[in-house]
């Protein structure tokens, strides 16, 4: 073998192996600050770009001043570009967003604009993108409309199912005021098709077809809208009801069975809650409690390209001081493999570190985004901002 050859083929195996090497690298998004920054979404650009955004503002629903931010890090670089208004209806609250790079590289943006400050009055909006943007512009939008849909076969599905539940609830207890209200509410047509929110990203399968995860905090359970036609056309699917069962996560099966990994609403103790679908996310099984202990909090679940599935999430079934990535390699029937990002020892509420959202890079390296909050500060301090957390399999696996 010439000598040039073998050379090349060492550094390639070195680097092969420098490329598996655990690694973590995290940093503010920006520094800490006294306004609320909350519910990131994040993805990668065609050009190796990560893309940021949050709501930021004075409150959540009830203040007018919320807006959706955005921040970009260059490919290579450590430290993130100044950050800048994406969207904002003024006077109205602008919460919830959701980011998907798709098939065709469309950057798709969907979040809820909240008309009564309540937040079972969103109106849930979406855009569409092939101009980026730069480090301090928002993209051009190619599309920018309301996400309009019918939830398919609701009313049935929601007194089928509620019915039977509110049968086993204590007596003057929330979840039994909540389940007459879903049970109440089950016909109403504008009801059922206002207030629905994201909160993780949109999917796309292999058909084509996208799927939209969302949730209604009026009926306190979950739906899926989904569009065949690149987002010209929306339908609904029937909603996914359980006592309690919000912000659904959906990852997708081999055998195209999809998963909806959803937050507990519900009185302790509290276990991520998971649906399935056989049909492309129309209709959903019957909500049943996973073995994995969450305190009522936003969690993701995304298939990595080698089959193994990430799951980002607090980890115990009280308070959010301890965020953790699990993997696992059976299609979520066991974690193997655990490891913190944020753990504050000091527990009872010193710290939150929540509403995670997580992505894999074309590289096969891992982003995570999720909203770092210092609540042993006065409420006026500087205690709030987003967090960023670059990593590998490697390094999540290095912890077990």
Known sequence: MRPAKLVGIILLAAAAMRSEEPFLK???IFPLEHWHNHGSSLAELPNGDILAVWYNGSGERTADDVKVEAARLRKGEREWGRRFTIADFPGFPDCNVALLLDSKE???MVWPTIIANEWHTALLNYRISTSYGDDSTAPVWDVAAPLLFQPHNFEAKVRRTVEPLLAKTAAGSREQREL??????AGDKYYMRMGWMPRAHPLELPSGRILMPLYSDGYDFSIVAYTDDGGRTWKGSEPIVGAGSVQPSIVRKQDGTLVAYMRDNGPPPKRLMV?????????WSEVRDSELPNPGAGAEVIALRDGTWALICNDLERERWSLA????????????????LERDERGKGAGSFHYPSIIQARDGALHATYSYFLNHLPRDAARKTIKHAHFNIEWVKDGR
């Open 26 to 28: 995290a940093e503010f």
């Open 106 to 108: 469309r950057l798709w």
């Open 180 to 185: 007459k209200q879903a049970l109440e509410k």
């Open 275 to 283: 649906s399935t679908s056989s049909d492309e996310g129309v209709t």
């Open 325 to 340: 990535v699990a993997l696992s390699d059976d299609e979520g029937e066991t974690w193997k493999w655990k490891r913190h």
